[in-house]
Each structure stands twice: as structure tokens, then as C-alpha cells.
């Protein structure tokens, strides 16, 4: 068990380490970068780039929670099952 707790931590030390020591991301399609990269206005592309990661944070929520909820729901119909077993 603590093996497996190790293996956890440093997983998500690396990814952490990785994520501080990379560069910036730019979370835009290849004609937003080539049009923002004429611009000379530093403030309204990192405002642009912070827009649409925040446009991705939806998205995201709705597909894990889903995840969530089928697991939930899995979790249940299992404790259904082997409580029905025991009768």
C-alpha cells in the first residue's frame, strides 16, 4: 500500500514540477497565434491567451462531472447487487 501511495506522490510531483517549469501554453488555434502575432499590444494577447483557457474550464467541468456521476451511480448499483446477493 505504500508503495502505491509513492508511486502516486511522485507521479503527481513530476507532473507538478513540469507544469511550474514550462513554458506558457498558449491555448489558441494556429490562425488566432498567427494573427495575434502581428499585434504589438503584450496585454491584449495575454488577456486573449487567459480568455481562452478560461473558455476551456465549462467544458471541462461538464465532462467530469459526468465521470463522476457514472461512478457514483455504478458505486450504488454495486452495493445494490451484493446486498441482494446476501439475502
Do not use: W
Request: glycine share 4%; aromatic share 10%.
Amino acid at each position: 500500500m505504500h508503495v502505491r501511495r509513492l508511486k502516486l506522490f511522485l507521479l503527481l510531483a513530476s507532473l507538478a514540477l513540469l507544469l511550474l517549469l514550462s513554458t506558457t501554453a498558449f491555448g489558441q488555434c494556429a490562425m488566432c497565434r498567427s494573427s495575434l502575432a502581428g499585434s504589438n499590444n503584450s496585454f491584449f494577447i495575454r488577456n486573449f491567451n487567459i480568455g481562452v483557457l478560461v473558455l476551456l474550464v465549462p467544458p471541462v467541468t461538464i465532462f467530469c462531472s459526468i465521470f463522476v456521476a457514472l461512478r457514483r451511480y455504478r458505486a450504488s448499483a454495486d452495493e445494490e447487487l451484493g446486498e441482494d446477493e446476501n439475502s
